[in-house]
């Protein structure tokens, strides 16, 4: 089977999204690490087992044991506790590239996060559910750094 170009062209999209979280700067940027890490789950009790070594070229990738898995992406950039960066195809498995930026700033007792994620792709059709995906995971994010604030974990 052949695929002319005209049946596949490349797709791009951007995800923006802005939340406010009722915790300080230290504890969002950590609860990030873990919500993209070990506890990054896209449906409810669904775990993807993924890992995030949080240093520069460290990999975001899901780990289905025995040496198989997903690679998402790269760590570009990291600053803690106020930047981080990631690049790669992340969920797509066709020719893609993807850049997702999360700048955290203090705002007195809470931190702003700011999310962007950028992406073209070779794609046969375009990716709408990561709209939904990254809403859910940018919740789980704030839900968690608030209940470790309340709890008084990280002081």
């Given at each position: 089977?052949?695929?002319?170009?005209?049946?596949?062209?490349?797709?791009?999209?951007?995800?923006a999204?802005?939340?406010t979280?009722?915790?300080?700067?230290?504890i969002?940027?950590?609860?990030?690490?873990?919500?993209?890490?070990?506890?990054f789950?896209?449906?409810?009790g669904?775990s993807?087992h993924?890992?995030?070594?949080?240093?520069?070229?460290?990999?975001?990738?899901?780990d289905?044991?025995?040496?198989?898995?997903?690679?998402?992406?790269?760590?570009?950039?990291?600053?803690?506790?106020?930047?981080?960066?990631i690049?790669?195809?992340?969920?797509?498995?066709?020719?893609?590239?993807?850049?997702v930026?999360?700048?955290?700033?203090?705002?007195?007792?809470?931190t702003?996060?700011?999310?962007?994620?950028?992406?073209m792709?070779?794609?046969?059709?375009?990716?709408?559910?990561?709209?939904?995906?990254?809403?859910?995971?940018?919740?789980?994010?704030?839900?968690?750094?608030?209940?470790?604030?309340?709890?008084?974990?990280?002081?």
């Open positions: 089977m052949v695929t002319t170009a005209s049946e596949l062209s490349v797709q791009t999209f951007e995800v999204k802005e939340e979280i009722a915790a300080p700067i230290e969002v940027f950590e609860t990030m690490l873990e919500q993209l890490g070990p506890s789950e896209p449906a409810e669904m993807l993924m890992v995030l070594e949080a240093w520069p070229g460290g990999r975001w990738y899901r289905l044991g025995n040496k198989a898995g997903h690679l998402w992406g790269h760590v570009q950039v990291i600053k803690p506790p106020s930047l981080l960066e690049y790669g195809p992340l969920a797509m498995s066709y020719p893609a590239v993807s850049h930026q999360c700048r955290l700033t203090a705002d007195g007792d809470r702003r996060l700011k999310f962007v994620h950028r992406a792709a070779y794609a046969p059709e375009p990716r709408d559910d990561f709209a939904q995906g990254w809403a859910r995971v940018l919740t789980s994010i704030r839900e968690a750094a608030e209940r470790r604030r309340a709890s008084g974990e990280g002081r």
